[in-house]
């Protein structure tokens, strides 16, 4: 049986399947999609993942049928299942509270916290005026503290989101990793901090974070996706 192939560009949402598939001990192999060069829109890519957006999967059920999926929350619960081990938990009231945790990134974190990405590196582009991008920026920075203050009020007094270490506190984590351009630094977050760092040093996540990088960022680290913006050809390459 052929290995999982994980089309993969290194935004959270792909870093957040790359790493659970290192935490899991999954074999795969990692199908590079450059986002930046437009490779979401190939018609092989997009027989996979409709959407255009990386990340997908592509996976073989024991009688060889091909199993693909996209939305990077459905990709680390079918991992979670394959894996059937702590990190997506069997057992009923634990496993809805991973799904609770993980749906809310995925329809509030990553959401408000990529609209926000976009915004700045909009106003980062030379011949704009950042004035104006000042509301949008205003209105996703206060959403994405909100969300922040969410997480907070859980791991204000737990180590972890749901009751052990799960697909949901990966889901979330690549996000706030971005948390020094999201809202600068983490001195009304202190659990959230302890948090960041305890996962941050896994073994696994510096792995997942590092299966692969671009030759070349076609200018995205350093000054933002400006270029790829200005030309269309990057919506949500956060
Ligand atoms: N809800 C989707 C979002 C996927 C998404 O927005 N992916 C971004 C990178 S993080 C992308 O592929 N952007 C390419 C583009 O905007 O064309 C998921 O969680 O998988």
Known sequence: MPRPQLFYFPTPNGKKVSIAIEEMGLACDIVPVNILQGEQQAPDFLAICPNGRIPALRDWTADGTPVDVFESGAILQ???????????????????????????????????????????????????????????????????????GVLEGRLAAHDWLCDAYSIADIACWTWVDQYRAQIGNFADFPGVARWHAAI???????????????????????????????????GQAT
Request: aromatic letters at 12%; one cysteine or more.
């Open 200 to 234: 941050a040093a896994r073994p696994a996540v510096i792995r997942g974070c590092n299966v692969w990088h671009p030759d070349s960022d076609d200018g995205w680290s350093s000054r933002g996706n400006a270029a790829q913006i200005a030309a269309g050809s990057a």
């Open 78 to 148: 079918y991992l979670g299942r394959k894996a059937a081990g702590p990190l997506y938990p069997l057992e009923e009231p634990q496993r809805s509270r991973v799904d609770s945790w993980l749906m809310w990134q995925m329809a509030g974190l990553g959401p408000m916290a990529g609209q926000l990405s976009y915004f700045l590196r909009v106003s980062n582009i030379p011949d704009r005026s950042e004035a104006n991008y000042a509301y949008p920026i205003h209105r996703y920075r206060r959403e994405v503290r909100r969300l922040y």
